[in-house]
T-cell receptor
Framework: KQEVTQIPAALSVPEGENLVLNCSFT??????LQWFRQDPGKGLTSLLL?????REQTSGRLNASLDKSSGRSTLYIAASQPGDSATYLC?????????FGKGTSLLVTP | EADIYQTPRYLVIGTGKKITLECSQT?????MYWYQQDPGMELHLIHY???????EKGDLSSESTVSRIRTEHFPLTLESARPSHTSQYLC????????????FGSGTRLTVV
């Protein structure tokens, strides 16, 4: 069974810092990887989708990379803002559905 | 606007009641999913469907049942709610094939008292 681990579990940074969130997975036979944002008590908002054949995807201040052979992905957030405070979830597409990590809870302080 | 809708957003109900959580999508996606999420924990797949009249159980055992009579509609039913069913339930959909991403609804937060 695919296991997805996210490090760190929680992170607090001052506004303006660049930061990296890490995701690792145990089975490299994936078809895609998706990063989501979840605000408290809400659903999930898709941030970036990386196909297994791709190495990275970018959207605005966000950049996600994928190293399938080593089972790792990183989400890079540039020039963080208080509005970025949320939980960030990594989900790996393998088998019949997405497998999720527990998430990284991010707090960006003004 | 293409989207996925879940109702109700919040539900507090007594033990033993039958409940149905609604999920509808307007994107014409063939695949639909139900995930369960306890506070501070990861999402666990409880049901999925590849199309009309197709339903399968997910990785996490659940006493709930689902149906898929129409492409756009994927309701989840609990015949007799218990406090252990208290959780957040998230519905998602995706296109056919393995390359498309998932779109999630806003979730239903269920509390059984």
């Amino acid at each position: 069974k695919q296991e997805v681990t996210q490090i760190p579990a929680a992170l607090s940074v001052p506004e303006g810092e660049n930061l990296v969130l890490n995701c690792s997975f145990t089975d490299s036979a994936i078809y895609n990887l998706q990063w989501f944002r979840q605000d408290p008590g809400k659903g999930l908002t898709s941030l970036l989708l990386i196909q297994s054949s791709q190495r990275e995807q970018t959207s605005g201040r966000l950049n996600a990379s994928l190293d399938k052979s080593s089972g790792r992905s990183t989400l890079y957030i540039a020039a963080s803002q208080p509005g970025d405070s949320a939980t960030y979830l990594c989900a790996v597409g393998s088998g019949y559905a997405l497998n999720f990590g527990k998430g990284t809870s991010l707090l960006v302080t003004p | 606007e293409a989207d996925i809708y879940q109702t109700p957003r919040y539900l507090v109900i007594g033990t033993g009641k039958k409940i149905t959580l609604e999920c509808s999508q307007t994107m014409g996606h063939d695949k639909m999913y139900w995930y369960q999420q306890d506070p501070g924990m990861e999402l666990h797949l409880i049901h999925y469907s590849y199309g009309v009249n197709s339903t399968e159980k997910g990785d996490l055992s659940s006493e709930s049942t689902v149906s898929r009579i129409r492409t756009e509609h994927f309701p989840l039913t609990l015949e007799s709610a218990r406090p252990s069913h208290t959780s957040q339930y998230l519905c998602a959909s995706s296109e056919e094939g393995q390359v498309s991403g998932y779109t999630f609804g806003s979730g239903t937060r269920l509390t059984v008292v």
